[in-house]
């Protein structure tokens, strides 16, 4: 029911990536075929050519009409005029059941995927665009505008979501055009605050996060390379990362001036300090326990373009455009413009002082925006709900002994480490963690029983079964289903400039 069912919209990172990347290879109904593996198989698939059902979705079972018959499978899925019902993944059975969910990917900054033109380079002009569209996406589909609405995103949307989260909650505020129903923002291995971020790459490499409870390799950066990172090059960085924001900070989209000089030269040496040890070891930066086998982006994904470039794909979706994987040049026009290093986690406190609830996730196996700099942008927010802890509960779910997440949650402010999730958490050991945040009442997530426990780190510790409202987690080699699954709607939008 569109006019209850919480609404989700996906925003990719890049900057300059396509949302249909995630659509396709992460968190969407349906993958595109690539290579003959025994899923794609069973469905028929050829390289590029079909999509089938994607089994570790947030959306479960793709409707069978849209799988039986001999249309490009699943065309549905992306076209805007059009939406593919699917039942969600949800397992166990035990509590309340979550809300159906509605999701839309979104190609953005313009030139993006589908979307036309260039000319957007900061989180200004981000912000203001999707402002603009989503005051006309809810003028014009007036059945949503009493959902609960929200806006995740990953990797360099950790810029992209705070902006335009907060640029929505300004408009609301001031009353200015149409109300954004906003409910609350994800964020998944996002970069967020590179102040405290980039400072942890060197433990991430060198310890791989498990001195404090993570589960990536060691010695993936050499203890020699660790050194020479912690003692000359992270200070550098820092240095640089100061004045970079030196005039915009705490708010960048404010309109102060941006130094981009400044910020440039400051990208260069955090960049060589963080990328340049990591790419020698030949290691994938998104899943430290593999190679990167493929291009820069160490995944294979031509076969996303082969399907999005048919023409009966295209005539369906209405574009005359190549799709590319990622726009480069927007990339580059974003790192000229000094937006890369500027800091984004203090637009958040004004969020959660009103109540739009904050959730940072990430894969604890991810180097590039690992969980470690994550967590302490989290715990750094600015918000003085962190400071408020309260009770651990330990409690051992009746269904199963294992846990496959953590999280801390405080007045609002929710953090979730994925255990031996790479960089795309949403597509792999909790797919449903996301959604079942979406659908539930966060202050539930929050100890009630227990005593009361100081937590070092300024949030309280919930296992994630319990966040999950009882057995509701996706275990890493199985999982549970409910016969009551809610359905999920799912559809794409391009952004025009």
Same mark, same amino acid.
């Given at each position: 029911?569109?006019s209850?069912?919480?609404?989700?919209?996906?925003?990719?990172?890049?900057?300059?990536?396509?949302?249909?990347?995630?659509?396709?290879a992460?968190?969407?109904?349906?993958?595109?075929?690539?290579?003959?593996?025994?899923?794609?198989?069973?469905?028929?698939?050829?390289?590029?050519?079909? &999509?089938?059902?994607?089994?570790?979705?947030?959306?479960?079972?793709?409707?069978?009409?849209?799988?039986?018959?001999?249309?490009?499978?699943?065309?549905?899925?992306?076209?805007?005029?059009?939406?593919?019902?699917?039942?969600?993944?949800?397992?166990?059975?035990?509590?309340?059941?979550?809300? !159906?969910?509605?999701?839309m990917?979104?190609?953005?900054?313009?030139?993006?995927?589908?979307?036309t033109?260039?000319?957007?380079?900061?989180?200004? /002009?981000?912000?203001n665009?999707?402002?603009?569209?989503?005051?006309?996406?809810?003028?014009?589909?007036?059945?949503?505008?009493?959902?609960?609405?929200?806006?995740?995103?990953?990797?360099?949307? /950790?810029?992209?979501?705070?902006?335009?989260?907060?640029?929505?909650?300004?408009?609301?505020?001031?009353?200015?055009?149409?109300?954004?129903?906003l409910?609350?923002?994800?964020?998944?291995?996002?970069?967020?605050?590179?102040?405290?971020?980039?400072?942890?790459? !060197?433990?991430?490499?060198?310890?791989? /996060?498990?001195?404090?409870?993570g589960?990536? !390799?060691?010695?993936?950066?050499?203890?020699?390379?660790?050194?020479?990172?912690?003692?000359?090059?992270?200070?550098?960085c820092?240095?640089?990362?100061?004045?970079?924001?030196?005039?915009?900070?705490?708010?960048?989209?404010?309109?102060?001036?941006?130094?981009?000089?400044?910020?440039?030269?400051?990208?260069?040496?955090?960049?060589?300090?963080?990328?340049? !040890?990591?790419?020698? &070891?030949?290691?994938?930066?998104?899943?430290?326990?593999?190679?990167? &086998?493929?291009?820069?982006?160490?995944?294979?994904?031509?076969?996303?373009? &082969?399907?999005?470039?048919?023409?009966?794909?295209?005539?369906?979706?209405?574009?005359?455009?190549?799709?590319?994987?990622?726009?480069?040049?927007?990339?580059?026009?974003?790192?000229?413009?000094?937006?890369?290093?500027?800091?984004?986690?203090?637009?958040?406190?004004?969020?959660?002082?009103?109540?739009?609830?904050?959730?940072?996730?990430? %894969?604890?196996?991810?180097?590039?925006?690992?969980?470690? %700099?994550? =967590?302490?942008?989290?715990?750094?927010?600015?918000?003085?709900?962190?400071?408020?802890?309260?009770?651990?509960?330990?409690? =051992?779910?009746?269904?199963?002994s294992?846990?496959?997440?953590?999280?801390?949650?405080?007045? %609002?402010?929710?953090?979730?480490?994925?255990?031996?999730?790479?960089?795309?958490?949403s597509?792999?050991?909790?797919?449903?963690?996301?959604?079942?945040?979406?659908?539930?009442?966060?202050?539930?997530?929050?100890?009630?029983?227990?005593?009361?426990?100081?937590?070092?780190?300024?949030?309280? =510790?919930?296992?994630?079964?319990?966040?999950? =409202?009882?057995?509701?987690?996706?275990?890493?080699?199985?999982?549970?289903r409910s016969?009551?699954?809610?359905?999920?709607?799912?559809?794409?939008?391009?952004?025009?400039?």
């Amino acid at each position: 029911n569109p006019s209850s069912a919480p609404l989700v919209m996906w925003l990719s990172g890049g900057p300059g990536c396509s949302s249909q990347l995630a659509l396709f290879a992460e968190n969407g109904p349906c993958k595109v075929a690539r290579n003959g593996g025994l899923e794609e198989v069973d469905s028929g698939a050829r390289v590029g050519q079909f &999509t089938y059902r994607n089994s570790a979705s947030w959306h479960y079972a793709a409707n069978a009409a849209c799988l039986v018959d001999k249309r490009p499978s699943c065309v549905d899925v992306v076209t805007p005029a059009e939406v593919l019902w699917s039942t969600a993944r949800h397992a166990g059975g035990v509590g309340p059941m979550y809300e !159906p969910m509605q999701v839309m990917w979104v190609d953005q900054p313009a030139g993006v995927g589908f979307s036309t033109r260039i000319g957007t380079h900061d989180e200004k /002009g981000v912000a203001n665009n999707m402002l603009v569209f989503l005051q006309k996406f809810f003028a014009a589909f007036p059945q949503y505008q009493n959902t609960n609405f929200y806006i995740f995103g990953e990797s360099y949307a /950790g810029h992209y979501v705070p902006a335009i989260t907060h640029r929505i909650w300004s408009a609301n505020k001031a009353e200015e055009g149409q109300k954004i129903p906003l409910k609350g923002l994800a964020i998944g291995n996002g970069l967020t605050d590179p102040l405290e971020q980039y400072k942890w790459y !060197p433990e991430m490499g060198h310890f791989g /996060g498990q001195q404090e409870g993570g589960h990536a !390799p060691q010695n993936v950066i050499s203890k020699g390379d660790y050194y020479i990172m912690t003692k000359g090059l992270v200070p550098a960085c820092e240095l640089g990362i100061v004045a970079c924001n030196r005039g915009v900070d705490p708010d960048p989209t404010s309109g102060g001036v941006v130094n981009a000089s400044a910020c440039f030269a400051a990208y260069d040496a955090c960049n060589f300090m963080a990328i340049m !040890p990591y790419e020698l &070891t030949g290691k994938n930066p998104y899943d430290m326990r593999k190679m990167c &086998t493929h291009g820069r982006l160490c995944y294979d994904f031509d076969m996303i373009g &082969t399907y999005l470039n048919k023409p009966e794909v295209q005539t369906q979706l209405g574009v005359q455009k190549k799709w590319g994987s990622c726009n480069y040049a927007v990339d580059l026009s974003f790192v000229a413009a000094g937006d890369w290093l500027l800091r984004y986690q203090n637009l958040l406190p004004d969020l959660l002082a009103d109540g739009i609830d904050v959730l940072i996730y990430a %894969g604890d196996v991810d180097y590039i925006c690992n969980w470690l %700099g994550n =967590k302490a942008s989290a715990r750094n927010a600015g918000w003085v709900g962190t400071t408020r802890c309260q009770a651990e509960t330990v409690r =051992k779910p009746a269904c199963s002994s294992s846990q496959v997440a953590k999280l801390r949650s405080s007045n %609002g402010l929710n953090f979730m480490q994925v255990f031996e999730a790479p960089f795309e958490p949403s597509a792999k050991n909790v797919t449903k963690g996301p959604a079942e945040w979406v659908g539930g009442n966060t202050s539930e997530f929050r100890a009630s029983e227990g005593p009361n426990t100081r937590v070092s780190d300024g949030f309280q =510790k919930v296992p994630l079964w319990q966040w999950m =409202k009882g057995c509701r987690v996706f275990h890493k080699k199985r999982h549970l289903r409910s016969s009551r699954a809610p359905r999920c709607i799912a559809f794409l939008v391009s952004l025009q400039s």
